[in-house]
């Protein structure tokens, strides 16, 4: 019963490196999406996608990249480190339909040095 | 366009009390959800409850209720009998019709005394 499993937990990078991180769902569930959360703000959304091979932005998206090539995954690539994004990152996983609860990973942290 | 807003920074409760987390929102769409949720100091985004924009009575789930006054457009969370392990960031987040997308408030951080 695994649900949304992100990895890594933490991560440090280095202004200017690469590296995506990983979200993967065992539901079988068509909407994935990306946020992150700030110090004292809410979640905001970065990109989402509506089935296997649809993604599309939300309201953060620069600096970041995503592909869904199948329905269990959705990585998130960092295409060059910025400070900027210093973040805690959640992937959520939810089902068309009623109630839409989201299912949210555990985080990553991640630190831009 | 859509918009959640949490005005409520901070908020003290005692133990066994109960105390209202205020939400409004702000969108054209006529179908929408909206939902609390719960996120304690060790970071996971607990789901609490869940409202939908066509639900003529409001959602209550155990000590949990959400009271929605759709003219209003609010959707407040009222916790009951406030208990200790209650402490924690609060989010109120509505989803629109398709793609699962939330919005999500600044949220309220509560704390319990004993």
């Known amino acids: 019963n695994a649900g949304v499993t992100q990895t890594p937990k933490f991560q440090v990078l280095k202004t200017g490196q690469s590296m995506t991180l990983q979200c993967a769902q065992d539901?079988?569930?068509?909407?994935m999406s990306w946020y992150r959360q700030d110090p004292g703000m809410g979640l905001r959304l970065i990109h989402y996608?509506?089935?296997?091979?649809?993604?599309d932005q939300g309201e953060v998206p620069n600096g970041y990249n995503v592909s869904r090539s199948t329905t269990e995954d959705f990585p998130l690539r960092l295409l060059s480190a910025a400070p900027s994004q210093t973040s805690v990152y959640f992937c959520a996983s939810s089902e068309p339909g009623q109630p839409m609860e989201a299912f949210f990973g555990q985080g990553t942290r991640l630190t831009v040095v | 366009a859509q918009k959640i807003t949490q005005t409520q920074p901070g908020m003290f409760v005692q133990e066994k009390e109960a105390v209202t987390l205020d939400c409004t929102y702000d969108t054209s769409d006529q179908s929408y959800g909206l939902f609390w949720y719960k996120q304690p100091s060790s970071g996971e985004m607990i789901f609490l409850i869940y409202?939908?924009?066509?639900?003529?009575q409001n959602a209550t789930e155990g000590r949990y209720s959400l009271n929605f006054q759709k003219a209003r457009k609010s959707a407040n969370l009222v916790i009951s009998a406030s208990q200790l392990g209650d402490s924690a960031m609060y989010f109120c987040?509505?989803?629109?019709?398709?793609?699962?997308?939330?919005?999500f408030g600044q949220g309220t951080t509560l704390q319990v005394k004993p």
């Open positions: 996608s509506v089935g296997a091979g649809i993604t």
């Open positions: 409202q939908g924009s066509y639900d003529e």
């Open positions: 987040a509505m989803s629109l019709r398709r793609g699962g997308k939330l919005i």
């Open positions: 539901m079988n569930h068509e909407y």
